[in-house]
């Protein structure tokens, strides 16, 4: 777990779109967030009040969130000036990149001797056990794509939200590391090792109310052949009790590889039922969730109209017109 | 690359069933095996020659094996003392076990020390891309099951024996430990991290002449909800041209789930067949290998000739009446 509330570091984030895990922070969770800290040069902006390290610490805050991707892939020395210097304030720091804080001789000598924690949420940080299969009370829902990258993380997030507003028993469970750190706790599951993936999702969503939804964040697609693994591991482990299909109609191909074209909603529908009825032969496809975004108003809701005739499901962009239906679907079952 | 031939070390093995990776290499490629080391108290034969560790040396054996299960999972001091001395004598070491070699001190100082090579065949040695999914030249056969350890890696090695007896050319290709140990090379892939699975069955069957065919061990099942993604990834890592449906039909419930039933071998085709499609749209199901152990002769043949009936397809126990059928399947693709 990670300690909130969080100062969100922007370093001399190139753009807005470099800052995803810190505009994810702020859309999801803005009260883990008191502030953002922005370098020379910082191209992007959250909106919220810029604070120094010292006056984030006098409002709280203890984790510095690295919520930007890095340069060239490495952690340059006018980033490290600051996260020793907030070490030695007393922060932890916590990041999702490739290069990892703990593979930083000076990042790690300055926690230890300040006392404070690195959090890399890009590798595990647990052993996890070999799943077992076994029947878990409590409810579980997850998001799975006709490709990667088409919404399943917010879908879950606005749904996660609508519950929770509601006053339904809610928890979104983090699958990858933007999603760790918006929330603190979660599976790197693209970094787990291969015989431990679906104990990782069990260990992620462990026996809960009997009123109580996980609403788990999806992998890759089980039609994306570099990632189907990943999102199968997902299905068995996560026992859900409903699916989400997730779609983004105006792809030309599977995303990275060109030759491959997206199934069809109904191939998704039939293949990930069948494989989640394995795991849980109660499961049902409840709704669709459409990433809409290169669409226009008219031609979206168009589009989503004739998909609720053709497929008989509630579909929706929660993005643009709310998770209501699809919290509905849930309620429903 | 595991240097060939080897002398198989057995140990102080308490039976015969401790020895199934020294029986694998004496089964399958008994050319790789100048003879066996048994220690006080092995209760493990191969029917091959005893050799000490000079005689085999001079027989030419490069790599001491270890071809069994260690007892209490570690690596014991009387194993140790032979481990070393082999080391001194010029020999690589080669184990599957959970023990790593590169873990004991006193083995890695004597292979810095001698310049010989330790081989932890449990763990990659190779950084492993990301799957691209481009059409690749050559063919490819997987072995997909209703459960585990129902006889897979045996369907594979029986069918990659019988193709290269009749002059075909055909190359198994190893998934897991014991497979790795009995030819040399292939990848650990229960111990491969998440996003890199399918790549690693990519990098493991490459380019190859058109009628060139890779013998892929399986691993897992679909159907196993604790290692349905590690099937998932050799489904799509592999891009089968063929697939081989492998069963045992005593089973009471899924190896390691009591409260699983295994599929039928309908619905192992269907959902396999309709996987393998997404990564080769050619994929066919070619045959049905059989776990008839625990049968009797009469029965077992009985039960093929009713499984032939019922699925169109050819039927046979590759151990008890050899491979041919499948092999033909294969030839007629």
Not at 63 to 69: E, K, Q, R, S, Y
Request: glycine share 10%.
């Amino acid at each position: 777990m990670i300690k909130t509330p969080y100062l969100l570091f922007l370093g001399d984030a190139p753009d807005q779109l470099a800052a995803k895990v810190a505009i994810g922070i702020k859309d999801w969770r803005p009260e883990n967030a008191v502030g953002q800290f922005k370098m020379n040069g910082c191209n992007a902006d959250l909106g919220i009040e810029n604070l120094s390290l010292a006056e984030a610490k006098e409002k709280g805050a203890k984790t510095l969130v690295i919520g930007v991707a890095n340069r060239g892939g490495v952690i340059s020395a006018a980033w490290k000036s600051v996260l020793i210097e907030a070490i030695e304030m007393g922060y932890d720091i916590a990041s999702g990149l490739h290069n990892l804080l703990r593979d930083e001789a000076d990042l790690v000598a300055a926690a230890q001797a300040n006392g404070t924690e690195l959090h890399d949420v890009r590798i595990p940080s647990v052993q996890y056990p070999i799943a077992n299969g076994k029947k878990r009370t409590g409810k579980r829902c997850l998001a799975v794509g006709t490709d990667c990258s088409v919404g399943k993380m917010y879908t879950a997030m606005a749904m996660d939200a609508e519950m929770r507003e509601r006053g339904l028993k809610s928890t979104f469970r983090a699958t990858g590391q933007t999603g760790i750190l918006i929330t603190g706790d979660g599976v790197p599951l693209d970094a787990v090792i291969a015989d431990f993936m679906a104990g990782s999702i069990e260990y992620l969503t462990p026996d809960n109310d009997d009123d109580h939804w996980d609403m788990i964040e999806g992998q890759g697609s089980l039609f994306h052949v570099s990632y189907s693994g990943v999102t199968l591991a997902l299905v068995h482990g996560g026992q859900p009790d409903a699916l989400i299909l997730c779609h983004e109609p105006t792809r030309a191909h599977m995303r990275g590889l060109p030759d491959y074209q997206q199934p069809s909603l109904e191939d998704l529908r039939d293949v990930a039922l069948r494989l989640a009825q394995v795991g849980n032969p109660n499961c049902k496809v409840v709704g669709i969730s459409v990433n809409t975004q290169h669409m226009e108003d008219t031609a979206a809701k168009a589009y989503l109209a004739e998909l609720e005739a053709q497929m008989s499901l509630p579909a929706t962009d929660p993005y643009r017109y709310g998770a209501g239906k699809l919290v509905d679907a849930l309620a429903a079952l």
